[in-house]
């Protein structure tokens, strides 16, 4: 990104993809591990910021 490459956007959002199907699945597990509800959560903030670095 800081380099202005033609990729940046597209890595950012594969990024944002595979936090997102992370958080899905530890999602699947959040009601009985308190760490996969951490996760989840972390996650979808990880996958929030990639989106919005994809657009910028």
């Known amino acids: 990104m800081s380099r202005d490459s033609q990729f940046s956007a597209q890595i950012c959002k594969l990024c944002a993809d595979i936090c997102e199907a992370c958080a899905?699945?530890?999602?699947?597990?959040?009601?009985?591990?308190?760490?996969?509800?951490?996760?989840?959560?972390?996650?979808?903030?990880?996958?929030?910021?990639?989106?919005?670095?994809?657009?910028?």
């Open 24 to 56: 899905n699945e530890c999602a699947k597990h959040g009601n009985h591990h308190e760490h996969c509800k951490k996760c989840a959560e972390a996650c979808r903030k990880c996958a929030d910021v990639c989106r919005s670095m994809a657009v910028s």
